[in-house]
C-alpha cells in the first residue's frame, strides 16, 4: 500500500500531470491553428474583435449573463467551478506536495474555508446531476460522458475530505487517499481529450464564431468542381 | 422567457402537412415542406461526398473542431428557443439539432471518432439521421437567439447553416427557395418574384403619380444613373406588395436631395442563399456588386429588409475584395443620417395611435441596427411602446431562415415559430408594428391574421411617408410644373 501510494503520488502524478499540461496545449494549439488558417483564408479580414472580448468576459464572469434565464442553475454552476478551481490549488496540503517535490509555493486557504468549499463543490456538484436527471430536455442531451465527469470529478472531494476531517483507521486512510490520488489522476488524463477542454477551449470561443461566418472568397466554383457540378443548372 | 402553450388542435393544425404521401414515399423524406425530385439513391455516401468537399474549400472545419470539443451539453440554449418554446420537443433544443451534425463530423471526420466508430459499430450516418436533419434544420428559424445563450459559445446557427447547404448539395432544400433562386439567376427576369422589367416600370411610374397627387410634390425613383451615390436595391417583393415603403424611401431620398439610383438590370437584392447554399450567397453577391460595378455607384444601399442587408452588408466584403468593396448600407442608416444632419423633417403630430418596433434578427443580433430605427420613430411618434425582450436579445418573427416563403408550412410559422412573437405583440396593445424587414412584415401579417391580433404591419418608410415634411422648394416645382 506505501509503496502504491508513493508511486501515485510521484512518477504516475507527475506522468498525469504532463499528459494534461501537453494535451491541452495540443488542443489549444490545434484550435489556434485552424484560426489562424481560417483567417487567412478569410474574404474579409475584419472581425468585431470588440464584441467578441466582451462577449467573452461576459461568459468567463457570468454574473449578469448567466442569471438572466436559469438563476438556479448557473448559482450551482459558478459555485462547482469556484470549488474545482480553487480548493485543488490552493489547499495547503497540495502545497506542501509542491514544495517538497519542485521547491514552489504559494499561498493557502484556511483549513476552514478550504472545508467548507470542498462542502459546497460537492453540493454543487450534486446538484447539477439532479439538475440533469430531474429536466426532460438536459436528460435528451445528454450523453454518458456528461454525467461520468460530474460523478467522476466529486470523488477527490469527498475522498479528500473524509481524509482531512474524519478520525479512521491508518489503512482506511490509506485507501482513500489512493482513490483521492488515483481519481484525480484519471482527471488529469481525460481532460484534454474530453469536453473539460473548454477550461482552456472556451475563452477563445467568441473569437473562433466570429471568425467562422467570415467566409474563405470565390468558393462556389471550387466545390462545384469538387462534387463534379460545374455548370449545372440551380 | 417561459415554456409557451399552445392547444392540442393548434398543435395538430401546426404538424399536418399538405404533402400527398406518394410523394413523401418516393422522395424518402417525411418532411412538411415541399422539395423538387431530386436522386433519393445512396443519398448518406453522398452526403459525405458534398460535407468532405465543402470542409475542404470553406472554413468551416475549424469551427466544428472547436464545437466538438467543447460542446457540455448543458441544455441552456433551451430557454431561448422560440421553437423549443413552443413545442417542448427535447430534439428542438438548439444543442441537439446541432449534434445531428457535429456527430456525423466527429464520426465521419475526425481520427478519434471514426476508430471509436468502427469499434462500437455505431453512429455511422443513415437514411434516418438525414431524414431527422431535413426536418430539424428547417424547423429552426436561423434567428440565432440560442447562440446568445450558450455558455461555452457554440454557434447553433452556424451548424444549422451549414447543415443545410450540404443538404442542398444533395437535393434537399424547400423547392420555394430553389425554384425563385433559379429564376433570379438563371431566369428570364433575373428576381425572384419574376417581375419583367415593363412591368417595374409601369409599377413605379404609377407610385410617381401617386405621390405627386398625394404630397404636391414630384418624387421620383430614378432608373439606371450612373454615377448615383446609392444603388437601391431592395427585396424585389417590395414592388408587388410594399408600394408604401418605397414610396416613403423615395419621399426621403426627394426631401434630402440624394443622389440613388435602381437598375433595371438588377433590382433584387434576396438572397436565399444565405439561408440554404453558401454557393447560391456567393452568386447572388457577386450579381448585386457586379451590377454596382456596372453603374459606377459608390456604395450599394439595401431596402428594408434583414437578410438581404445581412447577406450583403457581410459577404459583398468577402466576395468582392474585403476592406477595398464598396460599402454597403441599409435604408434605415441613410434615413437616421438625414435626421441627424437636420436635412429631414418628420411631423410628430400625425401618428398618435400605439407604435411598437421588431427588430430583424439579422440585422439586430449582432447589435448592427438597433438604437437608429427607434431614435427615428421617437421623433414623430409619441406613442412608442417597446417589447420585451427586444434589440439584440429580439424575440424572431418566426419566419426567419426563409422559413416564411415557404408557403406550405403557414401553420407552423404562425402557431410554432410566431407564437411567442404573437404574445409580445399583444402585451403592446400596438396598433402598428413597424417591422423593416420584407420577410418579417410577410410573416407578422400572416401572424396577426392566424392569431386574431387587430394590428397593422407596416414598414417604417411607410410611416415616414405619412408623416414626411418638404420644404417650400420642394412644393414649388410641382406647382411650377403644373402652372
Ligand atoms: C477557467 C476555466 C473554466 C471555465 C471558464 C469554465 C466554464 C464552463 C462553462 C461555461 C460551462 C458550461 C455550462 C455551465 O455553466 O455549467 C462549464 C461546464 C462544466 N465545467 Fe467548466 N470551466 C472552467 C474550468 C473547468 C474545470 C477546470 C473543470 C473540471 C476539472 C470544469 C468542469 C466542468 C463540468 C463538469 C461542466 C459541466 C457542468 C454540468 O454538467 O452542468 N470546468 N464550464
Ligand atoms: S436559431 Fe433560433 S430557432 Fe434556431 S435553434 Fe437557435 S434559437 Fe431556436
Redesign the interface.
Known sequence: METLLDFARGPLFRLTFIIMILGLLRVLILDIYGAVEAYRRAGDKRLDWKNAIIKTLRWIFPFKSAFAQRPFYSALSILFHIGLILTPLFLLAHIQLWEDGIGISWWSLPHFWADFLTILTIIAGLGLITGRLASRGARALSRKQDYFWLFILLIPFITGYICANTAISPSAYQAFMLIHILAGELIFVLIPFSKIAHCVLMPISQFIITLAWKFPARVDDKIAETLKKKGMPV | ?RTIEITSEEREKAFSTVKKPEVIEKQKLDVRYHVEDYEVRDRPRRFL??FA??L????????L??FV????????C???CPV?QVTGD??D?P??RS?LLLSIYRRHFTL?GSLQGRITGKGAINDAIIEEMAESFWNCTACRRC?L?C?????HA?ITHLGRFILS?IGIAPRAL?VS??EQ??GKTGNTSAIPVPALVDTLEFLEEDMEEEKGVEIKFPLDREGAEFLFTPAVSDFLMEADTLMGIAAVFTATGGSWTISTNYYDAINYGLFYS???L??VIRKLYSESVRLKTDSILIGECGHASRSAK??V???CG??N?KPVYNIMEYTYRMLQEGKLKLDPGIITEVVTYHDPCNIAR??WIVDRPREIIKTFCKNFVEMSPNREENICCGGGGGTVSIDEIRPYRTTVGGKAKADQIRATGAKYLIAPCANCKKQLRELVEDQGIDCEVVGLHDLIYKVIVFDKAHKKVTSEKEG
Open positions: 422567457m461526398e458534398a468537399a465543402i475542404k474549400h470553406t472554413n468551416y472545419r475549424f469551427a473542431e472547436h470539443r467543447v460542446s457540455a451539453k448543458c441544455s441552456r433551451s430557454v431561448q423549443y427535447p430534439k433544443i444543442c441537439y449534434e478519434a447562440t445563450e455558455p461555452v459559445g457554440i454557434d452556424l448539395e430553389v433562386t433559379r439567376l438563371e453558401d454557393r447560391i456567393e452568386r457581410y459577404y466584403p468577402v466576395h474585403g476592406e468593396a449582432q447589435g
